[in-house]
């Protein structure tokens, strides 16, 4: 079945860390979306790649970055100059651009927690 | 600023009954307008497009209606099951920034 995989499901980060979520889609998709959601609220786009090897910010990248060196992979690392990673992230993607009105397509989610 | 509004936050009904869920947005400038079901600590699932020169979609019991000049869109879920529990969010692309702006999602609880 074709989809979007996200790994891992949950993830603990100590103070000074950095982390990498896994996203990686079989859809043949050229665009991809790393989204954040905090409790209660809507999704924040935080970075998104229309194509390979090339990526944009969104509206919270500070503190996050992430490569698109692969069609099919959108890896998400969390720094520790994120002061507030405590979130549900979501990998999204389309096959193309969001402008082209293409439904958009989601993972199942990583939850990660600072200890 | 361009913003999505969903009120009510929650909202609980009893087996049976027919509802509506809304969603406003700021711009009438829009591209296009998605309905989302989301469980809890899932992912989202795409219902509904709607393009902005259409009027509504329909799938099964759903039916997403869009009226850009009022700035506003509806869900309409017919006979609802209990199954149909979960946060319904709404995201509208505008054609000024083309990213997609998120309401916060209400909270549907159907009790059987």
């Known amino acids: 079945d074709g989809g979007i995989t996200q790994s891992p499901k949950y993830l603990f980060r100590k103070e000074g860390q950095n982390v990498t979520l896994s996203c990686e889609q079989n859809l043949n998709h050229d665009a991809m979306y790393w989204y954040r959601q905090d409790p209660g609220q809507g999704l924040r786009l935080i970075y998104y790649?229309?194509?390979?090897?090339?990526?944009q910010k969104g509206d919270i990248a500070e503190g996050y970055s992430v490569s698109r060196e692969k069609k099919e992979s959108f890896p998400l690392t969390v720094t520790s100059a994120q002061k507030n990673p405590t979130a549900f992230y979501l990998c999204?993607?389309?096959?193309?651009?969001?402008?082209?009105?293409?439904?958009?397509?989601f993972g199942e989610g990583s939850w990660l927690t600072v200890v | 600023k361009q913003e999505v509004t969903q009120i009510p936050a929650a909202l609980s009904v009893p087996e049976g009954e027919n509802l509506v869920l809304n969603c406003s947005f700021t711009?009438?400038?829009?591209?296009?307008l998605q309905w989302f079901r989301q469980d809890p600590g899932k992912g989202l699932t795409s219902l509904l497009l709607i393009q902005s020169s259409q009027r509504e979609q329909t799938s099964g019991r759903l039916n997403a209606s869009l009226d850009k000049s009022s700035g506003r869109s509806t869900l309409y879920i017919a006979a609802s099951q209990p199954g149909d529990s979960a946060t319904y969010l709404c995201a509208a692309l505008f054609g000024s920034n083309y990213k997609l702006t998120f309401g916060k999602g209400t909270l549907l609880t159907v009790n059987p």
């Open positions: 790649s229309q194509i390979v090897n090339d990526f």
């Open positions: 711009d009438s400038a829009i591209y296009n």
């Open positions: 999204a993607s389309t096959e193309d651009g969001v402008v082209s009105g293409n439904t958009i397509y």
